[in-house]
């Protein structure tokens, strides 16, 4: 097997762990929140009548009697790494590793609560991690002989902040019941802290000679991001979800490396998946 493909297996066999708990997550997080109280509507007169004057071209006419509070997202997808600090060049520059070996599949858990009908509050964290098999680049490798090592990154956002929808998610029809619109776009920002771990593990080389070790770095960062996405109903409170984001946030390098400027945790992310409205 390759370098490249032991890469991709172990990203794979990662993110299929992942998918697995957030899953259960997912499954059992709901039976908490059965009991949690729904609301109508506003009346007429207030913010009602924006939600009223929704285009009938764009519902779908399913009824329901209450308005749903909370919403859980279950996303996966990609996650394009920056890399631009003195960390990532040296790793570059010492070992056979591109800058987009730093890029990784990633998986999103969040919730969010309804608190106006153009507004969540919306908390979760997301897990991304890549693991690279390369070789060492110093001169001092004895000839003929390949000294072998891994370098996995992983990085675990916390975070909070507001979800915002330009157009009505449903229209009130008569004093009970709802119509649900079929495609919803929303944006958004918000803030929390980033963890992250660096870890290299396998064959080193020095004036000595060849060595084994592990070099390690972890550390908390305050981040910061945006998002732009949409929701499209697939069944009741069931919509396919897909949201583009990029994420500000740097942390201290700390322990084997500790030499070094902070690490850059900035990127791209994109995300398809579920939200689930209860």
């Known amino acids: ?23 259960a997550f997912v499954a059992v997080l709901p ?20 939600i009223d004057e929704t285009p009938e071209a764009t519902l779908d006419f399913d009824f329901d009697v209450a308005v749903p509070r909370f919403t859980i997202g279950l996303l996966g997808g990609w996650v394009w790494n920056r890399s631009d600090s003195d960390i990532y060049d040296f790793l570059i520059d010492q070992f056979t590793i591109e800058r987009s070996d730093f890029d990784a ?3 999103l858990v969040d919730g969010a609560w309804r608190i106006r009908w153009w507004v969540d509050v919306v908390g979760g964290f997301e ?43 449903e229209r009130k029809v008569g004093e009970y019941a709802f119509v649900p619109r079929r495609f919803v776009p929303y944006l ?62 740097s942390a201290e390098v700390k322990g084997s490396y500790e030499d070094f400027d902070d690490i850059d ?3 791209v992310h994109l995300l398809f998946g579920i939200h689930w409205r209860l």
């Open 1 to 23: 097997m390759t370098a490249t493909q032991g890469t991709g297996l172990g990203a794979v066999k990662k993110l299929v762990r992942v998918v697995l708990c957030a899953w």
């Open 31 to 50: 039976l908490s929140l059965l009991s949690v109280a729904r609301a109508e509507l506003p009346e007429s007169g207030s913010s009602t009548s924006a």
């Open 105 to 107: 599949p990633a998986i």
């Open 127 to 169: 897990v991304s991690s890549q693991k690279t098999k390369s070789e060492s680049r110093d001169p001092r490798v004895p000839p003929g002989d390949s000294v072998r090592q891994s370098t996995e990154i992983t990085q675990v956002p916390l975070t909070l902040g507001l979800r915002f929808y330009p157009l009505a998610r």
């Open 188 to 249: 958004g920002g918000g803030f929390g802290g980033t963890y992250y771990e660096l870890k290299q593990t396998g064959e080193f080389v020095d004036d000595i000679g060849v060595f084994e070790s592990t070099f390690r770095s972890t550390g908390w960062g305050f981040s910061g991001h945006v998002f732009l996405g949409g929701e499209v109903r697939l069944y009741r409170g069931l919509y396919l979800a897909i949201e583009g984001r990029y994420q500000w946030a």
């Open 265 to 267: 945790l900035d990127g």
